[in-house]
Nanobody, 123 residues
Framework: QVQLVESGGGLVQAGGSLRLSCAAS????????MGWYRQAPGKQRELVAT???????NYADSVKGRFTISRDNAKNTVDLQMNSLKPEDTAVYYC?????????????????WGQGTLVTVSS
């Protein structure tokens, strides 16, 4: 099985910074897009940022200029550096990856989600 494990969430004051990390493990041939999504209480899950294996990035308008996504293809990891945090950034943040991997004995394109990590920004 392919798994994503996130770390780095926590409580921070408005204006502060946090860095989220996510590591993929399992029987992986390659990973195309990796990204971060978030879900605030009572709201739908939304895209925060994505990055391709070639390094192309995409950000939600609400985080442009404050968040930076990066990845290490050799280690199958993706990070999210979050600066100038605002109370409205409070949410559970989920790592996501499009993985070319093995499911049982079969090679498959898999969409994998992490378990989520809570980010709380106090005002």
């Amino acid at each position: 099985q392919v798994q994503l494990v996130e770390s780095g969430g926590g409580l921070v004051q408005a204006g502060g910074s946090l860095r989220l990390s996510c590591a993929a493990s399992g029987r992986i041939f390659s990973i195309n897009v990796m990204g971060w999504y978030r879900q605030a209480p009572g709201k739908q899950r939304e895209l925060v940022a994505t990055i391709t294996s070639g390094g192309s990035t995409n950000y939600a308008d609400s985080v442009k200029g404050r968040f930076t996504i990066s990845r290490d293809n050799a280690k199958n990891t993706v990070d999210l550096q979050m600066n100038s945090l605002k109370p409205e950034d409070t949410a559970v943040y989920y790592c996501n990856a499009d993985v070319d991997g093995l499911l049982g004995l079969n090679r498959r394109n898999l969409e994998v989600w992490g378990q989520g990590t809570l980010v709380t920004v106090s005002s």
